[in-house]
């Protein structure tokens, strides 16, 4: 027989990664720069608990939720690292990662027809999850003449006062740009002002080298508009454990649990075992790799200068986000540097609007595959100057 | 903080170069530098070496830890005795410690004889030393915080999202 997608199936198109993936595959001296996780290893304190809990015989259903201590933990946290309150009863839903959550979320509250804005460019998975819950995306550029920031201009322009829904990611993946309070206050007001819902993923909270880290979900008349997203992934190096949360309006989270409790039915519970120890004990883990990853931020930004190629001063995540010399396009440039010289790095197009005539690069890499991933990307440019 | 940071990367990896360090640390290279000369000429900083995986090596090396047991005097203290053993070449780490035993010593040798010889001639006979036991290292499995073995590979996908 032959399957009869369903038309939101069909609509999404296949990852722009793919083709990439299989010319990479095809080699063995590849050095990828394209990949959005972290190359260290959980920390061994939250390795160890899981085991231990597995160990005990402790793998079966949790809550829901959650694990009541785990998301009391979660709440503690967020509460001290981000001026976040959430009531870890109704106020919290642990999931298989921030993921899941994030499509929870579309499928909670978009209706087929509802407009989600999206802040571009922005992690890949947003798209498709709202045109599998039916709903229809509204790009919203942002720009490198503004640090890759949303502004209310931008919002104005894309026409989002008419959206339901505004999605927002910062630290961003691609472009490892952040917002600072005084950068999301107007936004904030945009957002009240027209009445919009807020999810806000900010899995990369932890990974800010300049200031601190600010949740839209801080600002007067937002909390009760917002879902905040955020998970083990990225500063904890927890990917596959997956694990992540959301925190929300306990009616809004609520309604989030009636999908997971049919579809999910609890997180893995070896991984939130891992993830309450990450809480309780990683935080010097946690401060070690974020240290190494900015030096690796401030070695990648100035290798790209030395190389002649323009690039923006990112500021949170493990991304740096270069332009492509001219005569190339985004695309063009990321496939012949990885036939050429073995570098894997992404295209910025893949990310949506904004991101055309950029690279994404993942500094999530040990510094000497960095030195010589850029020394193969100097050579490269050099090459076709 | 920025000596500090220097010094963190120097442990990291001393074969870094400045414009490396720099380019890291967000410094001048001359601050690298500067803080570089620094540290070495404050003595924070006392030198630079290999670690080395004697496994990987065709040569021997005979390496022990040992246990010293030493009774004070009027006139010795452990400074005294300290400076007679650290003295040796054979002797690569001479530490005071709390516990058992007084001091920890590394010691280094070509053969197993050698080493022998060297304690028993050398090190047992200081009259201050009531007592020692050697232990040879077997196999070497982390050094100054690098772990030997063959390395994990990587096995992310070479794109994800
Ligand atoms: C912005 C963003 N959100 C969510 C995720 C996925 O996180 P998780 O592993 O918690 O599902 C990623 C992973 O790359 C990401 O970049």
Same mark, same amino acid.
């Given at each position: 027989?032959?399957?009869?997608?369903?038309?939101?199936?069909?609509?999404?198109?296949?990852?722009?990664?793919?083709?990439?993936?299989?010319?990479?595959?095809?080699?063995?001296?590849?050095?990828?720069?394209?990949?959005?996780?972290?190359?260290?290893?959980?920390?061994?304190?939250?390795?160890?608990?899981?085991?231990?809990?597995?160990?005990?015989?402790?793998?079966?259903?949790?809550?829901?939720?959650?694990?009541?201590?785990?998301?009391?933990?979660?709440?503690?946290?967020?509460?001290?690292?981000?001026?976040?309150?959430?009531?870890?009863?109704?106020?919290?839903?642990?999931?298989?990662?921030?993921?899941?959550?994030?499509?929870?979320?579309?499928?909670?509250?978009?209706?087929?027809?509802?407009?989600?804005?999206?802040?571009?460019?922005?992690?890949?998975?947003?798209?498709?999850?709202?045109?599998?819950?039916?709903?229809?995306?509204?790009?919203?550029?942002?720009?490198?003449?503004?640090?890759?920031?949303?502004?209310?201009?931008?919002?104005?322009?894309?026409?989002?006062?008419?959206?339901?829904?505004?999605?927002?990611?910062?630290?961003?993946?691609?472009?490892?740009?952040?917002?600072?309070?005084?950068?999301?206050?107007?936004?904030?007001?945009?957002?009240?002002?027209?009445?919009?819902?807020?999810?806000?993923?900010?899995?990369?909270?932890?990974?800010?080298?300049?200031?601190?880290?600010?949740?839209i979900a801080t600002f007067e008349g937002m909390r009760e508009r917002t879902i905040v997203f955020n998970g083990f992934s990225k500063a904890h190096a927890m990917t596959g454990l997956r694990l992540g949360y959301a925190l929300g309006p306990a009616e809004a989270i609520g309604a989030m649990n009636k999908i997971h409790q049919y579809?999910?039915?609890?997180?893995?519970?070896?991984?939130?075992?891992?993830?309450?120890?990450?809480?309780?004990?990683?935080?010097?883990?946690?401060?070690?790799?974020?240290?190494?990853?900015?030096?690796?931020?401030?070695?990648?930004?100035?290798?790209?200068?030395?190389?002649?190629?323009?690039?923006?001063?990112?500021?949170?995540?493990?991304?740096?986000?270069?332009?492509?010399?001219?005569?190339?396009?985004?695309?063009?440039?990321?496939?012949?540097?990885?036939?050429?010289?073995?570098?894997?790095?992404?295209?910025?197009?893949?990310?949506?609007?904004?991101?055309?005539?950029?690279?994404?690069?993942?500094?999530?890499?040990?510094?000497?595959?960095?030195?010589?991933?850029?020394?193969?990307?100097?050579?490269?440019?050099?090459?076709?100057? | 903080?920025?000596?500090?940071?220097?010094?963190?990367? !120097?442990?990291?990896?001393?074969?870094?170069?400045?414009?490396?360090?720099?380019?890291?640390?967000?410094?001048?290279?001359?601050?690298?530098?500067?803080?570089?000369?620094?540290?070495?000429? @404050?003595?924070?900083?006392?030198?630079?070496?290999?670690?080395?995986?004697?496994?990987?090596?065709?040569?021997?090396?005979?390496?022990?830890?040992?246990?010293?047991?030493?009774?004070?005097?009027?006139?010795?203290?452990?400074?005294?005795?300290?400076?007679? !053993?650290?003295?040796?070449?054979?002797?690569?780490?001479?530490?005071?410690?709390?516990?058992?035993?007084?001091?920890?010593?590394?010691?280094?040798?070509?053969?197993?004889?050698?080493?022998?010889?060297?304690?028993?001639?050398?090190?047992?006979?200081?009259?201050?030393?009531?007592?020692?036991?050697?232990?040879?290292?077997? @196999?070497?499995?982390?050094?100054?915080?690098?772990?030997?073995?063959?390395?994990?590979?990587?096995?992310?996908?070479?794109?994800?999202?």
């Amino acid at each position: 027989m032959t399957f009869e997608l369903s038309d939101r199936v069909q609509t999404v198109p296949p990852s722009g990664i793919r083709r990439f993936f299989e010319i990479a595959e095809e080699r063995d001296d590849v050095i990828s720069l394209g990949v959005g996780e972290p190359d260290f290893a959980t920390p061994w304190a939250a390795r160890d608990a899981a085991i231990t809990s597995l160990e005990q015989g402790k793998t079966s259903y949790t809550a829901n939720r959650g694990r009541r201590d785990l998301r009391e933990a979660i709440a503690d946290y967020v509460a001290d690292r981000f001026d976040l309150g959430y009531d870890p009863d109704e106020e919290i839903i642990v999931t298989a990662g921030a993921s899941e959550a994030v499509d929870l979320a579309f499928r909670s509250f978009v209706d087929p027809g509802d407009t989600v804005a999206i802040a571009q460019p922005s992690y890949i998975s947003y798209e498709p999850g709202v045109i599998f819950a039916g709903g229809e995306v509204l790009p919203v550029p942002t720009y490198e003449e503004d640090d890759f920031r949303l502004t209310v201009e931008g919002l104005e322009e894309a026409g989002a006062d008419e959206a339901d829904m505004l999605v927002l990611c910062y630290p961003n993946n691609p472009t490892g740009a952040i917002m600072s309070a005084e950068d999301l206050e107007p936004i904030a007001e945009f957002v009240r002002e027209h009445d919009l819902m807020v999810l806000s993923d900010e899995i990369y909270a932890e990974l800010t080298y300049d200031g601190e880290h600010t949740s839209i979900a801080t600002f007067e008349g937002m909390r009760e508009r917002t879902i905040v997203f955020n998970g083990f992934s990225k500063a904890h190096a927890m990917t596959g454990l997956r694990l992540g949360y959301a925190l929300g309006p306990a009616e809004a989270i609520g309604a989030m649990n009636k999908i997971h409790q049919y579809t999910m039915l609890s997180a893995p519970t070896t991984a939130q075992y891992a993830a309450l120890e990450a809480l309780d004990s990683c935080e010097s883990d946690v401060r070690e790799m974020v240290a190494q990853y900015d030096r690796r931020r401030q070695f990648v930004l100035s290798r790209f200068r030395e190389i002649g190629m323009d690039v923006f001063e990112a500021k949170g995540a493990f991304y740096c986000f270069p332009e492509v010399p001219e005569g190339f396009t985004a695309e063009e440039f990321a496939e012949e540097v990885l036939r050429e010289q073995g570098v894997a790095v992404v295209p910025g197009d893949v990310f949506g609007a904004g991101g055309d005539g950029h690279l994404r690069i993942s500094y999530a890499t040990g510094l000497e595959d960095l030195r010589e991933a850029l020394a193969r990307i100097e050579a490269f440019v050099d090459g076709h100057a | 903080m920025s000596e500090r940071e220097v010094l963190e990367l !120097l442990r990291e990896n001393a074969r870094y170069s400045t414009a490396d360090i720099a380019r890291m640390t967000d410094l001048e290279e001359d601050e690298v530098e500067a803080a570089i000369e620094e540290l070495e000429a @404050t003595g924070v900083v006392r030198g630079y070496q290999a670690v080395v995986d004697w496994d990987k090596l065709e040569d021997e090396r005979v390496r022990a830890e040992v246990e010293l047991n030493v009774r004070l005097d009027r006139e010795t203290g452990y400074d005294d005795i300290s400076q007679r !053993l650290a003295r040796f070449p054979q002797v690569k780490a001479l530490r005071l410690v709390s516990g058992d035993y007084d001091f920890d010593m590394e010691v280094e040798g070509d053969s197993i004889r050698e080493v022998s010889q060297f304690i028993s001639e050398k090190v047992a006979p200081v009259p201050e030393i009531t007592q020692t036991v050697t232990h040879y290292v077997m @196999t070497s499995y982390k050094e100054n915080g690098i772990e030997f073995g063959d390395g994990e590979d990587d096995e992310r996908l070479s794109f994800s999202p």
